[in-house]
């Protein structure tokens, strides 16, 4: 992925409020699988005559599973089961208590214990929360007197307006890079009239099965492209012409090669949920702009042939902002591929290390004094255990259980300043102790990256 930030003109909008509404319970979506059992052994571990421990379902749990847990775990919600009635929720009590002590729900991966940043973590339960959970599956999963509580809605993005791709059906383009996966850019039109700031997104999937990831990059089509003397507009019809038969354009990398994008405001994987920027942040995109969506169709299922796709993207908009916020996607390694020799991961290995430094000015700062790190969001694939970035050797994120199905961006409570002369240093572990040669980087869901999102917002 390269590296890209908002031009200086463009550029103080601050992307922050994480996963919003989304996140406060995506808690179980996704992970049907856990530790501890299956929703037929209830009560795991409580052990057929278990003690009371006086903790109830309605006085004790109902409170936080409504404020942590179902907004996803509700009928029509992303989660495999609902947690907003007795009935179920101790049918599922054994999964309950082994994810929830296990920290993997709800799912917030950043470590948020002071030791490394300041994180906005009010998603994440807290040491008595958890404790309040197993208290109550050890104590029999004890129902108590119902109460009337009203259930928490669904999120939405409210005052979004949509952006829609085509129907579209991926082919795998093939290769050591892309092996079993489709990169595809979509130029579409904003949907705002008059010049205006981004200020939230989500994204709606049509065929959740194999999209990997969405970005949404802003191109001006009059302005100066990557290719000398050409402008953006003109880069973006030579690229649409050369596959007339299919909507779009190929696009490894970024919205297509020779394009200069402004800025990429909208970064979407699995588990992001609605990301709503700091108030009064914000990316402004123009109405003459072209909003072009990347998405990375993932095809190595047998079963993903023959499937289409149509994605939504929801955009809220703001007519003013104090801040404008600007985003970089350094990945050294995935760049190393513009090397005679890419750098690669060794095979066999239970922890192989990749680690990659920049510094603010590489980053694309210029001449800015100094911007603030609202926001990360680190990205790997399949063989991904954890992320590190310091900040001149100072911890400053250290995401642990890394899980592709679960990435979001992650808000500072107290952003650290990065300057131009700041050094950022990115360190990616994996599991490689399946593969038999060395991993290269790349694009395909098969080969790996070590990426960290970063959003920043520039000087009022």
């Not at 947690?83 to 002590?101: I, S, V």
């Not at 990059?217 to 038969?245: F, K, R």
């Not at 801040?323 to 350094?330: I, T, Y």
Request: aromatic share 8%; charged share 15%; proline share 8%.
């Amino acid at each position: 992925m390269l590296t890209l930030i908002l031009a200086g003109a463009c550029g103080s909008s601050s992307a922050g409020g994480g996963s919003g509404g989304a996140a406060g319970a995506r808690g179980g979506g996704g992970q049907s699988s856990a530790p501890g059992g299956a929703a037929g052994s209830a009560l795991g571990g409580a052990g057929g005559g278990a003690f009371s421990s006086g903790v109830t379902f309605w006085s004790d749990v109902v409170p936080l599973y409504n404020a942590k847990c179902v907004p996803c775990h509700q009928e029509g919600g992303i989660a495999p089961f609902p947690l907003d009635n007795y009935t179920d929720a101790a049918a599922n009590a054994g999964a309950e208590k082994a994810l929830t002590e296990a920290g993997l729900m709800p799912p917030y991966f950043m470590v948020h214990d002071g030791s490394c940043g300041s994180f906005e973590d009010q998603r994440a339960l807290t040491a008595a929360e958890k404790a309040t959970i197993a208290a109550w599956v050890a104590g029999g999963a004890v129902e108590g007197t119902p109460v009337s509580i009203a259930k928490p809605p669904k999120p939405v993005l409210a005052g979004a307006v949509d952006v829609t791709t085509p129907m579209f059906a991926p082919v795998a383009q093939g290769g050591d890079l892309a092996e079993h996966d489709e990169y595809r850019c979509f130029a579409l039109d904003p949907p705002n009239a008059k010049a205006a700031f981004l200020t939230g997104y989500d994204v709606s999937p049509g065929e959740p099965s194999i999209v990997h990831h969405v970005l949404v990059y802003v191109v001006e089509p009059q302005s100066p492209s990557a290719i000398s003397g050409q402008t953006n507009g003109a880069v973006m019809q030579a690229l649409d012409d050369e596959s007339p038969d299919r909507l779009g354009w190929p696009c490894f990398g970024g919205a297509g090669d020779g394009l200069d994008a402004a800025s990429v405001p909208v970064t979407w994987a699995p588990g992001q949920g609605i990301v709503t920027y700091p108030e009064g942040m914000g990316v402004p995109i123009a109405p003459g702009s072209k909003l072009v969506v990347q998405i990375h169709y993932n095809l190595a299922d047998p079963a993903s042939t023959g499937k289409m796709d149509r994605t939504t993207v929801h955009l809220r908009f703001a007519d003013s902002v104090t801040r404008q916020l600007a985003f970089a996607l350094p990945d050294p390694f995935l760049d190393s591929l513009g090397k005679a020799t890419p750098d690669m991961l060794p095979a066999g290995q239970s922890d192989a290390k990749y680690t990659w430094s920049r510094t603010g000015r590489q980053l694309g700062l210029g001449g800015l004094a100094s911007v603030d790190l609202v926001a990360v969001m680190p990205h790997m694939h399949g063989r991904g255990l954890r992320q590190t970035m310091t900040l001149d050797g100072a911890c400053a994120s250290h995401l642990e259980g890394w899980d592709f199905h679960w990435q979001e961006f992650y808000f500072y409570k107290s952003p650290p300043k990065i300057l131009p002369t700041t050094k950022l240093s990115v360190t990616c572990e994996y599991d490689t102790s399946a593969d038999t040669a060395a991993v290269l980087p790349g694009w395909g869901t098969h080969n790996e990256m070590c990426l960290n999102v970063l959003m920043l917002a520039l000087p009022p």
